[in-house]
Structure formats: structure tokens, C-alpha cells
């Protein structure tokens, strides 16, 4: 009996630690990352559009990396979590950065952009990964979705398998983290569009396009955009935070029936918020912003206004 009973505790005991292991995805996955204090390796990857984003151009805030892919299961299962993520940490001096390893350019922006709508900065080597790729070997990338949280001198603070970690470090920092609006210094010189207010405007009433049946029904919107401008004067991030004051003010709008008047407001909301980012990505460089005379990365917002 004290034989079987050993035996019973054993299986037991065997069963309950495999279940923890398969809880702590970190102890399968992620032994071999960058440990924290480590300095971490600058690279130099583009975006969908072709602008260069260097690692180290982010010092100064803290960088979440996340290593991903379209084609990745578990990547697009953890997206609503790094979305909830970003959201919660993208008004401090916390920057993400996603690193996918597709090599499939239009399935890479589909799946980042039209899916899921993931609005940080996104680059890519579009290489196969792990035999073409290098950043999985500068961060012993053997899994994805891997998370590094990279601290504002450069070296790593966290490297983890597991969004809900990442989310336990940066609310642990978060007292100490700070603002965008109260952490500008004196001595900080703010990005703006080449040419001033004017020549800003001026673009915007060259370039904005606005479908036949919006104009024939005078539709109306504000739409308010936040971006980054890059210390290369190149915008990365773009997206509508806010929209204001959807109207149709022509004649014909008030001669259709209420279903089809819906209809038209929401499409052309729609419409006007993707073409108020491509708007924005299609600017020319800005003049970025200067701190101690040197440039940085900066957020910016930008109303743009449709009047047919």
C-alpha cells in the first residue's frame, strides 16, 4: 500500500510540474534571450514605405520590441494584448517597435495595418527567418512572439515569451515613467512641416482627395491624426484619434432615405480616416525636433479638415 501511494504522489507530482512549465512559457522558451543589464544590439531596419529606423534613435524613452509574424499563430493571438499594450503605455516615454519576420511584403502590411490596425512602427527584413535573418541572432530570437523591454540608456530590462510579464514590468515602472507633454524641455525645438503653417495647408488642399458622391453631398468631417516624426524628418505611425463633426450639408443629402443617408456618412467617415493617414505618410520630410541642438524622435497630432 505504501508502495502504491509513493507512486500515486509521484504521478502527481510529475503531472502538476509539467502544468506549471506549460504556464511558464518563459522556462520553454526563453532561456536563451538577452538577460537583463545587457546591452542591446542596434540595428537598422524599413518600414513598408521604405524609411530606415535605427534602434538607437529611440534612447532617451524606453522601447518595447516585439518580434512577430503574419504567419505566426501565437503572434496573432497575442495582438489584442500588445494593442491593449500599446494603448496603455503610448501616452509615457515608452515607444513600441514591431520586428516581423514575413517575407511576404503584402501579407506583412494587410495583417499589421488593415487586420489588426497595430499603429506603432513597424519594420521588417523580409527575409527568412532563422537562415537569412539577423535580428533573431542579435536577440536570440527561437520563438515568436518575443518581447524585449529595452530601458532609455539601451540596455535590456526584460526579455519574455509572455505579453502579460511585459505588461507586469512596465506597470511596475510606471510610476516612474513620464509624459510626452511633461517631459518637453526648455531647451527642446518642436518638429514642424517644411515651409511652416502655410505651406502645411497648402499641401493638405493640393493633395486631399475626396470621392465624387462625398463632394456631390458636401460630407464634412475633422479628423485629428497623431504620428511620429522621425529624427530623419520621416513620419512612421500614423493614425486617427479623433473624429469630429460628420455632416452632410448639401441639398440633394436631405432628398435621400434615412438608411441610405447612414450609409453614406459612415463610408465616407471611413474613407476620410484612411485618407487622412495616407495624407500624412505621403508628406514630405519634416524638420524634426532638436534637443540641445541635436535631433530626436518626437509625437506630433495634426488636424485635417474636409470641406467639399
Not at 447612414?262 to 471611413?270: C, G, R
Not at 493617414?277 to 518626437?298: I, S
Given at each position: 500500500m505504501r508502495?502504491?501511494?509513493?507512486?500515486?504522489?509521484?504521478?502527481?507530482?510529475?503531472?502538476?510540474?509539467?502544468?506549471?512549465?506549460?504556464?511558464?512559457?518563459?522556462?520553454?522558451?526563453?532561456?536563451?534571450?538577452?538577460?537583463?543589464?545587457?546591452?542591446?544590439p542596434d540595428f537598422t531596419l524599413r518600414t513598408y514605405d521604405g524609411k530606415d529606423i535605427r534602434l538607437s534613435q529611440y534612447r532617451g524613452d524606453y522601447v518595447v520590441l516585439d518580434f512577430w509574424a503574419s504567419w505566426c499563430p501565437d503572434c496573432r493571438k497575442a495582438i489584442p494584448e500588445v494593442k491593449a499594450l500599446f494603448e496603455d503605455f503610448r501616452d509615457y516615454n515608452v515607444s513600441f517597435l514591431g520586428i516581423s519576420y514575413d517575407t511576404d511584403r503584402t501579407a506583412w502590411v494587410k495583417t499589421y495595418w488593415d487586420k489588426y490596425q497595430m499603429t506603432w512602427t513597424q519594420v521588417s527584413e523580409l527575409k527568412k527567418w532563422k537562415k537569412e535573418t539577423t535580428t533573431d541572432r542579435l536577440y536570440k530570437v527561437d520563438w515568436i512572439p518575443t518581447m524585449y523591454l529595452i530601458d532609455p540608456d539601451?540596455?535590456?530590462?526584460?526579455?519574455?515569451?509572455?505579453?502579460?510579464?511585459?505588461?507586469?514590468?512596465?506597470?511596475?515602472?510606471?510610476?516612474?515613467?513620464?509624459?510626452?507633454?511633461?517631459d518637453k524641455k526648455k531647451d527642446m525645438v518642436a518638429a514642424q512641416f517644411m515651409g511652416g503653417q502655410a505651406a502645411q495647408d497648402k499641401y493638405i488642399a493640393i493633395y486631399q482627395r475626396i470621392p465624387p458622391r462625398a463632394?456631390?453631398?458636401q460630407v464634412q468631417a475633422d479628423m485629428t491624426l497623431t504620428?511620429?516624426?522621425?529624427?530623419?524628418?520621416?513620419?512612421?505611425?500614423?493614425?486617427?484619434?479623433?473624429?469630429?463633426?460628420?455632416?452632410?450639408?448639401?441639398?440633394?443629402?436631405?432628398?435621400?432615405?434615412?438608411?441610405?443617408?447612414?450609409?453614406?456618412?459612415?463610408?465616407?467617415?471611413?474613407?476620410?480616416?484612411?485618407?487622412?493617414?495616407?495624407?500624412?505618410?505621403?508628406?514630405?520630410?519634416?524638420?524634426?525636433?532638436?534637443?540641445?541642438?541635436?535631433?530626436?524622435?518626437?509625437?506630433?497630432?495634426?488636424?485635417?479638415?474636409?470641406?467639399?
Open positions: 508502495k502504491i501511494c509513493l507512486i500515486a504522489a509521484l504521478v502527481l507530482t510529475s503531472i502538476f510540474g509539467v502544468q506549471a512549465q506549460e504556464k511558464d512559457l518563459d522556462a520553454r522558451y526563453a532561456q536563451g534571450l538577452l538577460t537583463p543589464g545587457t546591452a542591446a539601451g540596455k535590456v530590462v526584460l526579455g519574455t515569451v509572455e505579453v502579460g510579464k511585459l505588461r507586469a514590468k512596465l506597470e511596475e515602472l510606471r510610476p516612474g515613467l513620464t509624459t510626452n507633454v511633461a463632394k456631390k453631398m504620428f511620429n516624426v522621425e529624427m530623419d524628418g520621416s513620419i512612421t505611425g500614423a493614425r486617427v484619434i479623433k473624429t469630429d463633426n460628420v455632416r452632410a450639408i448639401g441639398p440633394k443629402y436631405a432628398k435621400l432615405r434615412p438608411e441610405d443617408q447612414q450609409e453614406l456618412i459612415d463610408k465616407t467617415t471611413e474613407y476620410y480616416k484612411r485618407e487622412a493617414v495616407r495624407l500624412v505618410n505621403a508628406m514630405p520630410k519634416w524638420q524634426p525636433a532638436t534637443e540641445n541642438g541635436r535631433p530626436v524622435q518626437t509625437k506630433c497630432q495634426l488636424p485635417i479638415y474636409f470641406r467639399p
